[in-house]
Nanobody
Framework: QVQLLESGGGVVQAGGSLRLSCSVS????????MYWYRQAPGKGREYVGEIRRSDGHIDYANSVKGRFTISEDNAKNTVFLQMNNLELDDTAVYYCHADGVGPDYWGPGTQVTVSS
């Protein structure tokens, strides 16, 4: 069993920054892939980026490339999403998703609202 908990969401003006955290607990060694997804009001869940924990490979959706940065603190079992130069279209609930051996897991999400 793996538990994920996102934090760090809030309201920020366009052009501002936020850092989201995803705290991972439980059988963390089974989870090699950590993803960030988001879901805007009235839209489907959208891939934001990922980190492969075994070798540190990171990838991003084109919509956030150059503005968002994924990193992790292995000692604290935490994955981060640094979001810079936020745009109105970045408003969404942001979810952490873990995948690897066995079932995959989702966190409850954290709301990010970008205001003009």
């Amino acid at each position: 069993q793996v538990q994920l908990l996102e934090s760090g969401g809030g309201v920020v003006q366009a052009g501002g920054s936020l850092r989201l955290s995803c705290s991972v607990s439980g059988r963390t060694a089974d989870m090699d892939y950590m993803y960030w997804y988001r879901q805007a009001p009235g839209k489907g869940r959208e891939y934001v980026g990922e980190i492969r924990r075994s070798d540190g490979h990171i990838d991003y959706a084109n919509s956030v490339k150059g503005r968002f940065t994924i990193s992790e603190d292995n000692a604290k079992n935490t994955v981060f999403l640094q979001m810079n130069n936020l745009e109105l279209d970045d408003t969404a609930v942001y979810y952490c998703h873990a995948d690897g051996v066995g079932p995959d897991y989702w966190g409850p999400g954290t709301q990010v609202t970008v205001s003009s």
